[in-house]
């Protein structure tokens, strides 16, 4: 069981549609991060939030959006995407930005885009 | 960050001690080395991390070089379930947490 929890397990969606992506942490952690990982390849740093302000974006296309409405939670607003961002998104956590405490992550959501 | 060399892959007997090597020989003195696993279907997990002094928990130990320009993390009784990628990650603590990932190591656990 992890302490990071993303919500859903599971989304396809097509070009057209709008989702969100949802991860939940209640550990008080501090910073906040989303990776992408394609099959068979390591995970790629998306986003990271540092006190629900966004410090890096790692030059994610504008279809992807995230949003830190608190320090609990983090959503990855999905529009307009297409076939190749098909991916598990990944969210992470950890205490601070900083100063290297280990990161927790949840277990993904399998996003496929037809 | 320096960059590290992992094998691609490797087999170990199970209840065997499982030794995973990690080549970081452009390390710096402030670069701690980590090491996570990622078991499929699942997200990565923290293992351990040292910046000199060999370290132990209660998954593995971490082994490094006097040199710092390699270590090793050692499983010592490997199970069917410690099947996974283990990903060793060179990086300076304080300029952020996040991680870049590596390759890794797809660790086989053989009956």
């Known amino acids: 069981d992890t302490e990071v929890t993303q919500t859903p397990k599971h989304l396809v969606m097509g070009m057209t549609n709008k989702k969100s992506l949802k991860c939940e942490q209640h550990m008080g952690h501090r910073a906040m991060y989303w990776y992408k990982q394609k099959a068979k390849k390591p995970p790629e740093l998306m986003f990271v939030?540092?006190?629900?302000?966004?410090?890096i974006n790692e030059s994610v296309p504008s279809r992807f959006s995230p949003e830190c409405p608190n320090s609990s939670l983090l959503n990855l607003h999905l529009h307009a995407l297409q076939p190749e961002d098909s991916a598990l998104y990944l969210c992470?956590?950890?205490?601070?930005?900083?100063?290297?405490?280990?990161?927790?992550f949840g277990n993904g959501t399998r996003l496929t885009v037809t | 960050d320096a960059k590290t060399t992992q094998p691609p892959s490797m087999d170990c007997a199970e209840g065997r001690a499982a030794n995973l090597p990690c080549n970081h020989s452009?390390?710096?003195?402030?670069?701690?080395v980590y090491w996570y696993r990622q078991i499929h279907s699942q997200g990565p997990q923290y293992i351990i991390h040292?910046?000199?002094n060999n370290e132990t928990n209660e998954m593995a130990s971490l082994i490094i070089t006097e040199d710092r320009k390699s270590s090793t993390l050692i499983l010592p009784h490997a199970t069917l379930r410690d099947t996974a990628v283990y990903y060793c990650i060179v990086r300076v603590a304080r300029r952020g947490n996040m991680l870049t990932f590596g390759g890794g190591t797809r660790l086989m656990v053989k009956p």
């Open positions: 992470a956590s950890s205490q601070v930005p900083q100063g290297g405490s280990p990161l927790h």
């Open positions: 452009t390390i710096s003195g402030n670069e701690y």
């Open positions: 939030y540092s006190y629900e302000k966004l410090s």
């Open positions: 040292g910046l000199k």
